[in-house]
């Protein structure tokens, strides 16, 4: 058995949880005790695929019963759990945190199993073996570059649930290799709730479980609740059980919380703050104003020259294909900007994302929320577009709404509404338009997006 206490805490709680509802899936509701009864049977399988504790073992899958029950028969066993989405090219990903197998699922949920050939290992990979814990690895989007592999040790990860919380009724919306998918499944298992999985994630579908389910907690994108809000699915569905919608990835902006404080008034309205190097940290969310946070616990914030800087127990034990970042007392740097207001934050954005016009400095987040306050706008990206003079222009991508079919009358609006809230050097140049999806299987905004074609 792994040396993880909090991992063994987590075991006993579920047993402790039994005939509780903990996983519902489709029309069918699994216990705890079935949970429990499937990782067994799991165990059994990976004892015939020779599988031992401390090698790192793929998990290719979206959020399921059997994949949920997999990766807790691994994580029991002492294994280290490389998730990869199922749209993920593998390969390269196994090859960077020396996986010795894959787990993958198909269409109907049977699994296969493949071992690989792993040369060498890690440093920090033989740390956790030697220690007998299990961990997990996750992989960055790759946006500015190739993918990190990052490594967390298990039982310091949960140290972030430590704390008893009420159990709740959760949606699975966020994917199963993202932190924040990961954080949602840890903290409804510790607090023995139930987590809700969909089929897809379209508005429709995620309003139908919510009211199937009696969803409480919503932990969703802000550019999943501009969808919501600007489609009929939560104009028609009901909604009553919700009690906490959290949103987090990426900045929100003013006109979207409040569409969805008008849809949803009845619930609580959290902002999440969290990276893949180091999760979700405990945070308040000013109540007079939902786009500020204040992070909870001593000596773990920091901002410098306008940058965060988080010290944290639940960090990663580091890269496993990357320099490591922290400084050698422990400080990461998010590399997200923040607006200081004595002890609460907001979060403007990646500095890799700030648009340089002629020696001035833009925020996408700022322009997009502009943007967002027009009805006919369904969603906007902005970024920044090389100029040969100045360095670069901002430049606005947008899918109007099917109500919004002049797109040369609406380039007009979107141009005179930033002329009358922006300052010159912030309003789009260049405006395009697109039917496309602007935001990636993460649910996070596609800073850049393929040239759209001109409506």
């Avoid at 709680?13 to 005790?33: F, K, L, T």
């Avoid at 049977?41 to 979206?62: K, N, P, T, Y």
């Avoid at 360095?391 to 109007?400: D, E, K, L, N």
């Amino acid at each position: 058995m792994p040396s993880a206490p909090r991992v063994d805490r987590l075991f006993r709680a579920m047993a402790a949880n039994g005939g509780q509802p903990a996983i519902a899936e489709g029309d069918i509701s699994h216990s705890y005790h079935d949970l429990l009864h499937q990782i067994d049977a799991w165990s059994a399988r990976l004892d015939h695929h020779g599988i031992a504790g401390g090698e790192v073992i793929g998990l290719q899958s979206d959020f399921a019963f059997t994949s949920i029950t997999l990766a807790l028969a691994l994580f029991r066993r002492g294994c280290i759990v490389a998730f990869l989405s199922p749209s993920a090219a593998s390969e390269d990903a196994l090859a960077g945190c020396c996986a010795a197998g894959l787990f993958t699922f198909g269409r109907t949920g049977e699994e296969a199993f493949q071992r690989r050939s792993c040369e060498g290992s890690h440093p920090l990979l033989d740390g956790l073996r030697d220690e007998r814990k299990p961990g997990f690895v996750i992989f960055s989007s790759g946006s500015s570059g190739r993918p990190k592999a990052i490594l967390h040790d298990l039982d310091g990860f949960f140290a972030a649930y430590d704390r008893p919380t009420k159990p709740m009724t959760t949606l699975a919306f966020l994917l199963f290799d993202h932190i924040a998918g990961l954080d949602t499944l840890f903290y409804t298992l510790h607090a023995g709730g139930s987590l809700v999985l969909v089929a897809d994630r379209s508005p429709r579908s995620v309003c139908d479980a919510v009211a199937r389910w009696s969803v409480e907690v919503l932990p969703v994108s802000p550019s999943f609740l501009k969808l919501l809000c600007l489609g009929e699915a939560a104009a028609t569905a009901n909604l009553g059980s919700l009690r906490i919608v959290t949103f987090g990835s990426e900045p929100m902006d003013r006109a979207t919380l409040d569409r969805v404080a008008e849809r949803i008034p009845h619930a609580r309205l959290r902002q999440k703050y969290g990276a893949s190097e180091f999760g979700a940290p405990s945070a308040r969310t000013r109540e007079e104003d939902g786009l500020w946070i204040r992070f909870n616990g001593d000596d773990t914030v920091r901002v410098k020259d306008g940058v965060l800087w988080m010290r944290l127990p639940t960090t990663m034990l580091g890269y496993l294909n990357a320099d490591q970042p922290r400084t050698a007392d422990g400080w990461l740097c998010t590399g997200d900007r923040v607006e200081v207001d004595g002890e609460w934050l907001r979060i403007l954005g990646r500095e890799s994302d700030l648009i340089n016009v002629g020696g001035e400095k833009v925020f996408p987040s700022e322009v997009e929320a502009v943007i967002s306050e027009l009805d006919a706008v369904a969603e906007v990206v902005v970024s920044g577009a090389s100029h040969p003079l100045i360095g670069q222009i901002v430049s606005a991508t947008i899918r109007p709404r099917e109500t919004a079919a002049d797109c040369a009358a609406l380039r007009s609006l979107v141009r005179r509404h930033c002329m009358s809230r922006l300052a010159r050097h912030k309003v789009p140049v260049k405006i395009s338009f697109t039917q496309a999806a602007l935001f990636n299987e993460r649910q996070k905004l596609l800073r850049t997006p393929p040239p759209p074609p001109e409506a």
